[in-house]
């Protein structure tokens, strides 16, 4: 699993509570002295102000105090989690944490409603993070972050049949080229791991690629972003529902693209997806021609990443 996101710094007084989630425990300070329940992690009871707490496990029985939905990353490092639901969860002992839902969909959220801890996996070395959910929901599977790879396609059989175009039939391709774009493919995504590969394979190693740390702190994306050419290529992952099939050629080549575009940056751990539509479609004495204008969009966002009219050459 790669992960860019920033995550909490352990102080001597918070150790506790971030180990605790460690081993999948939820221990909560409380006063000696008055038996009042404090969070944050302090030096003293908010209480009475005696500095005598002891660290107990509580079963993280809460409820819902407060909540938003956010639709824009607060980072461009949460842009595969959007969108987030953060909260305020109220304990059955009466502290309030700031977190986020998790495993329920917006209308199923009410204020006041009972929830669950989730001890949520983020990193490869066993940190987690307290997350909340429905109490009738499964938490254990909610433990572990979705499948960081495509999701999976429509089923073939719930795709219209594909139109059929023989390769010579020049009225027939007129009708294809449209304004109107194709459906959205499947997802893919782009995480800090797969850009590892990338700028590997390219010799493109620069920082603003594979170093997240100078890139949070330095780039004017506050993170690592992908390198166009990446983008461009897994195009190729993405399955485009056109609805129709050229018919009656031997080779199909990649003749190049028209005109290439990166208008918008893919910051490590976007889903991204594509759509397209054909722009043109001659034959030729070399053959037909058929120009795609893909586009690739990070999920969600209305501007293109990737903007290729890539031009497919059909032999007879
Ligand atoms: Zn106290």
Not at 263 to 281: D, E, L, M
Not at 299 to 305: A, E
Request: with cysteine; net charge negative; aromatic share 6%.
């Amino acid at each position: 699993m790669s992960n860019n996101k920033p995550m909490p710094v352990a102080t001597q007084i918070s150790a506790p509570f971030w180990e605790g989630l460690k081993a999948r425990r939820l221990l909560i300070q409380q006063c000696n002295a008055c038996d009042h329940w404090n969070f944050y992690p302090r030096r003293h009871c908010t209480a009475c102000l005696e500095h005598d707490l002891a660290w107990r496990e509580v079963d993280g029985a809460a409820t819902l105090y407060s909540y938003t939905v956010t639709r824009i990353a607060t980072l461009p490092d949460f842009m595969d989690e959007m969108p987030q639901k953060l909260a305020v969860v109220e304990l059955a002992q009466g502290v309030r944490i700031n977190t986020n839902l998790v495993g329920l969909a917006e209308d199923e959220i009410r204020i006041g409603m009972p929830l669950q801890p989730v001890f949520a996996e983020v990193d490869a070395k066993g940190n987690r993070l307290l997350r909340f959910t429905g109490v009738d929901k499964d938490a254990a599977s909610l433990e572990r972050p979705p499948a960081q790879d495509s999701e999976p396609l429509p089923e073939v059989s719930q795709q219209p049949p594909a139109r059929q175009i023989d390769l010579n039939d020049g009225p027939a391709l007129q009708t294809l080229v449209s304004e109107q774009f194709s459906d959205w493919s499947n997802v893919v995504v782009v995480d800090q791991a797969l850009i590892d590969t990338f700028a590997q394979l390219s010799g493109d190693d620069y920082w603003i690629h594979t170093d997240p740390e100078r890139a949070r702190l330095q780039s004017p994306f506050g993170g690592t972003i992908a390198h166009g050419a990446l983008v461009q290529v897994l195009q190729s992952r993405m399955k485009l529902a056109l609805g129709f099939e050229i018919t009656g050629f031997s080779t199909q080549i990649n003749y190049g693209s028209d005109r290439l575009r990166f208008p918008a940056p893919v910051p490590a751990g976007s889903r991204i997806h594509s759509r397209a539509r054909v722009k043109k479609a001659e034959i030729s004495a070399r053959g037909t021609q058929v120009t795609l204008e893909l586009n690739t969009h990070v999920v969600g966002q209305d501007r293109p990443s990737v903007i290729n009219d890539l031009v497919i050459l059909y032999l007879a």
